[in-house]
């Protein structure tokens, strides 16, 4: 989107919308935003990009901008498109680091990282997860608990990155390390419920889908990307009916984010194997 703002107060404007965004009233929804997210939900990406460039090209205030460009960054997802993801959403990382908004950009990173570990692309996930740590440390602002809980969520990710390379002893060296941070009462109580998903994903791909199945059951049971984690692993322990009921709640679904964007595709194709519909 073009401006003529100079680029720090393009920045700073930028950076109030998108911190601000919780706290503001809501906006009526872009339609051609809404289109392409229903039509990514169907299965037709190609199509829902269509309608999602359109809401960034014409997005009338940053934080619109920014969600947009987002969702744009989400539906490339679906497909499993690491570089394409990060071609949109980088520029975001960009902006919200050099206005000096560490957390920002930090969570940016992050989420640009999770869509390509996800997607299958543990270097690119590694360099970004790495951006992120090393942004979010720098906030002095404490929205987030301060620099313990992106250490927390740097043990969190190379240990997710290992356990998609089948490095099993790296992947628990960080898991023991996540759990170090966890146990020093320095982080917010609600991060206590991303340790037995880090353990259940861990676990399933290292193959223990009992394991998986016992870890992810006492995860955050609304999460469709832990929801898909436990169905995978109740198809390998011979529990189907399970499985099916866990991918039908993904398919009836309507969130639009990253986790969404690698059950929906899997709980799609596995219920039609099942015979479910």
Known sequence: ??????????????????????????????????????????GKYEEARTHIKRAVDTATTPDAASRATRALAVSYAFESKCTEAAAVEAPLYEKALAAKGFNDAGELANELARICLESGDAAQAEAWYRKGFE????????????????????????????????????????????????????????????????????????????????????????DVFIMSLLAQSYEKTGEAAKAKALYQKIMDATNHNPPMAFARPVARARLSALGAH
């Not at 998108?18 to 009233?25: D, E, F």
């Not at 992106?150 to 990155?161: D, K, L, N, S």
């Open 135 to 222: 942004a979010g440390k720098q906030d002095t602002s404490n929205q987030n608990s301060g620099p313990e809980l992106w250490t927390f969520r740097w043990e969190h990710a190379q240990a997710r990155i290992a356990a998609r390379r089948g490095q099993k002893a790296e992947a628990a060296t960080h898991v023991a390390a996540a759990k170090a941070v966890l146990d020093s009462g320095k982080l917010p109580q609600q991060q206590a419920a991303f340790f037995p998903y880090l353990t259940g994903y861990v676990a399933f791909y290292g193959g223990d889908f009992p394991k998986a199945v016992t870890d992810l059951q006492q995860a955050n049971q609304n």
């Open 1 to 42: 989107m073009k401006t003529t703002l100079p680029l720090a107060f393009a920045c700073a404007a930028f950076l109030t919308a998108l911190s601000a965004a919780a706290q503001q009233p809501a906006q009526p929804p872009d339609p051609e935003l809404q289109q392409g997210i229903t039509l990514d939900l169907q």
